[in-house]
């Protein structure tokens, strides 16, 4: 296949159809809505469930209701919209049945604005619904990448039972670039030994996430985690750019480990030893890489487009072993790659403090600067 | 005891499984489930059914039928039952629904799944109150009822009055069929549960959906013998949630049950 100019939020609509997508139900808020409109065109021609909920309450359980009976099925929100999902995602989590879901991050808390941020990190990766699950999540930095993880996702999810998500910022939602789709995958639907598709020919089933004793929720709980360490051995992603001889590491996710590329692309050329490991799992998070890493490092710095979520997590990677740096811009802000190539050079420069906050060092920086 | 098979005249549906029910004595959610597992029988289509059952005394409604079943969110049964039934057109698809479940939280769902008139059945148990929880105050609770939330009695001004669901629903075009029938006596069982067979029928044909509201008791919350709130359910709930069709289709008309 050639590469096409395609706008994100279609190509991952387009990409998820490629990959057998059975039914969509979604509701719309901007800066996700094509994905919706994209789907309300194309999924009827193909004889296959599209519907517009009455809200994301109503798509979320909707969605529930379709992974039930083992069909590909997937939602698409935005922040806001992602928030009223929770209630359904916790379920889905405790039912084992396998879903998926985009969220095209806004800034935020609220209603916040459209414009791209990624401060769903938290609730995406550590929070989200009630209750003890995890989850994958999936960060695209680039139109292309967004297609591939939208195949990906459905596979993740129906081999490990479990929810995933893809989040990305509405630049990457919004913006056109050349990319290649997959070839049509037939949608047969699979046969799984837990759906709940009708009891023709075979013992009825159940799909609840009701374990009333105590002990076994807890062995549900057990079973969950047992499930998670699959996958953090083995589907942890990533990708790495001028790792080799870096003295400072960068770590950015999406949109902002992007345009950190491009200030690291700069700050090369200037002779500065840094590189970028942007996680493309944030669940299941690159820990071991990161702790090598810390054995090469002088510095790292967090890149983000929040104020400081997932810096915690490469806090803990690092564990105080060398300094941690962090720069964000939030609200919907999307930083400049000058902006990070001066952070860069200043580091490069004056030490960074192991002792320092890094999100109030920030801070103090961010509002000296706007005062 | 082996009942040599012509002097059986009552037996489980087979619609059933062999667990007993949990609810209270003199509850009428059992007698409610026995004339769905009837229809089911009847029908012929158990092995192509999948129940959606609610948060609610009910709760636990997918351990008696033995049909495929899932347990949904709070409120939330019309919206799952819509996910199953638009990938699965050709399976029969029910939920059931207490009245906190229905005409409250899930207000929402029931309320859309009913406009796009989803071809899916529900059996909507009114008992004026939250069984569940230990007897809250519903939105059909009556006025003046005394509920654990409402220690005073039900007081329109502050609470709000009641909610007639049926009569409600029935203003939308995408319902085929909507009816209320009440629990408290042979007489009305026996209608409720054509009612429920027409209604299950109407998705079987494609005819839209359909919704079969039922007046229920729940004496442990009222604090009522058995039989004295059946007779509630006559005096009080009865009038003040009149029984009768409240829409039913040309086609749906025709259908002989
Ligand atoms: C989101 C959520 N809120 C509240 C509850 C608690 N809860 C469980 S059952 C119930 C009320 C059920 O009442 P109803 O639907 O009338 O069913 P009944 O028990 O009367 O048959 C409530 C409020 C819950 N499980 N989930
Ligand atoms: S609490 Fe009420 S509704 Fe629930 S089982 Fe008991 S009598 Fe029935
Ligand atoms: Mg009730």
Known sequence: ?371 | MTIAPNNLVYDRPEAFTDMPTHYCPGCTHGVAHRLIAEVLDEMKVIDRTIGVAPVGCSVFAYNYFDTDFVEAPHGRAPAMATGIKRVLPDRIVFTYQGDGDLASIGMGEIVHAAARGENLTVIFINNANYGMTGGQMAPTTLPGMKTTSSPDGRDVETQGYPIRMAEMLSTLEGVGYCVKRSLHDPKNIRLAKKAIRTAFETQWRGLGFSMVELLSTCPTNWGMTPVNSLKFVEEHMVPAYPLGDYKITDPIKQIKV
């Open chain 1, 1 to 371: 296949m050639s590469r096409e100019l395609w706008k994100g939020n279609e190509a991952i609509a387009e990409a998820a159809v490629r990959a057998g997508l059975e039914a969509y139900f979604g509701y719309p808020i901007t800066p996700q809505t094509e994905i919706l409109e994209y789907l309300s065109r194309r999924m009827p021609k193909l004889g296959r469930a599209f519907l517009q909920a009455e809200s994301e309450l109503g798509a979320i359980n909707m969605v529930y209701g379709a992974a039930c009976t083992g069909a590909r099925v997937m939602s698409s929100s935005s922040s806001p919209g992602v928030s009223l999902m929770m209630e359904g995602l916790s379920y889905i989590a405790g039912t084992e049945v396998p879903a998926v879901l985009v969220n095209v991050m806004r800034g935020g808390p609220g209603l916040g604005n459209i414009a791209p941020a990624q401060g769903d990190y938290n609730q995406a990766v550590h929070g989200g619904g009630h209750g003890d699950y995890p989850r994958i999540v999936l960060a695209p930095a680039s139109v292309q990448e967004a297609i591939d993880l939208m195949a990906l996702s459905f596979d993740l999810a129906e081999k490990y039972r479990m929810i995933t998500m893809l989040i990305l910022d509405g630049s990457v939602g919004q913006m056109m670039e050349p990319a290649e789709m997959p070839e049509m995958r037939s949608p047969n639907r699979k046969k799984f030994d837990w759906a709940t598709d009708g009891a023709l020919n075979r013992d009825r089933r159940v799909l609840s996430s009701i374990y009333l004793d105590p002990l076994a929720e807890e062995q549900t709980n057990f079973r969950l985690m047992q499930r998670w360490k699959e996958v953090m051995a083995n589907e942890v992603r990533y990708k790495e750019y001028f790792l080799e001889d870096a003295e400072i590491v960068i770590v950015g996710f999406g949109t902002a480990g992007r345009v950190s590329l491009s200030a690291v692309r700069a700050a090369r050329e200037r002779g500065i030893k840094v590189g970028l490991l942007r996680p493309v799992t944030v669940s299941p998070f690159p820990y071991e890489v990161l702790d090598r890493l810390t054995g090469q490092a002088r510095t790292f710095l967090v890149v983000e487009m929040n104020t400081g979520q997932m810096l915690e997590d490469v806090r803990l990677a690092v564990r105080g072993r060398v300094p941690v740096a962090f720069y964000g811009r939030t609200g919907g802000v999307v930083p400049f790659p000058d902006e990070i190539l001066d952070e860069i050079q200043r580091i490069n420069t004056e030490p960074v403090s192991a002792e320092a906050d890094p999100r109030q060092s920030w801070l103090d920086r961010m509002t000296a600067i706007k005062a």
